[in-house]
């Protein structure tokens, strides 16, 4: 087989792999511990990896060595966000028990989270409606990709893709603060 038949190959052979087991990577995720909107972002990140890097593969276009190295990207994105985690902690996951956050905080907190919602109110207002209502739906609400969709009358792909444009944007945002 000459290259371009070998690219082409790889790349229907990840075509069919996400097809076949679309929710696979997410799975993977979560098992690591990570939330359902998390999960998402990581399968997507792997994805979006495994397609820049698709042509650099060298061996044979065979589905078992697709699958194994696209789980090792997903491996090696898992043990980059510990890293990063480790060296940066961050508190803007909820806790998996009943109490809420807001019993938690001391009353000398209560000041901050006040002022933390104040500067997300404002990061929010900066989003386009559309994908603001996606961001508020899907993250704070809690609702599934599926939920959003029906209720915006859209599909769910483009809930996902606004939802990650959403939080690239706050990204982006948040960058210059930190």
Same mark, same amino acid.
């Given at each position: 087989?000459?290259?371009?038949?070998?690219?082409?190959?790889?790349?229907?052979?990840?075509?069919?792999?996400?097809?076949?087991?679309?929710?696979?990577?997410?799975?993977?995720?979560?098992? +690591?511990? %990570?939330?359902?909107?998390? &999960?998402?972002?990581?399968?997507? *990140? =792997? !994805?979006?990896?495994? $397609?820049? #890097?698709?042509?650099?593969?060298?061996?044979?276009?065979?589905?078992?060595?697709?699958?194994?190295?696209?789980?090792?990207?997903?491996?090696?994105?898992?043990?980059?966000?510990?890293?990063?985690? +480790?060296? %940066?902690?961050?508190?803007? &996951?909820?806790?998996?028990?009943? *109490? =809420? !956050?807001?019993?938690? $905080?001391? #009353?000398?907190?209560?000041?901050?989270?006040?002022?933390?919602?104040?500067?997300?109110?404002?990061?929010?207002?900066?989003?386009?409606?559309?994908?603001?209502?996606?961001?508020?739906?899907?993250?704070?609400?809690?609702?599934?990709?599926?939920?959003?969709?029906?209720?915006?009358?859209?599909?769910?792909?483009?809930?996902?893709?606004?939802?990650?444009?959403?939080?690239?944007?706050?990204?982006?945002?948040?960058?210059?603060?930190?």
């Amino acid at each position: 087989m000459d290259a371009v038949t070998t690219a082409e190959r790889r790349r229907e052979l990840l075509e069919q792999m996400i097809t076949q087991q679309p929710e696979r990577l997410a799975r993977k995720m979560r098992a +690591a511990g %990570h939330t359902t909107a998390e &999960s998402e972002d990581l399968a997507q *990140e =792997t !994805l979006v990896r495994a $397609l820049r #890097a698709l042509e650099d593969i060298r061996g044979p276009a065979e589905e078992a060595l697709m699958c194994g190295w696209v789980d090792r990207i997903a491996a090696n994105l898992l043990l980059n966000v510990r890293r990063s985690l +480790a060296r %940066h902690p961050h508190t803007d &996951s909820l806790p998996d028990h009943e *109490e =809420t !956050l807001a019993s938690q $905080l001391s #009353a000398r907190d209560d000041a901050d989270l006040v002022m933390c919602r104040t500067s997300l109110e404002v990061l929010l207002d900066a989003l386009p409606d559309e994908q603001r209502a996606v961001f508020v739906a899907r993250v704070l609400e809690e609702r599934t990709t599926a939920q959003v969709a029906q209720d915006l009358g859209i599909s769910e792909d483009l809930v996902r893709w606004r939802l990650r444009t959403a939080r690239s944007r706050l990204r982006d945002q948040m960058k210059p603060a930190i």
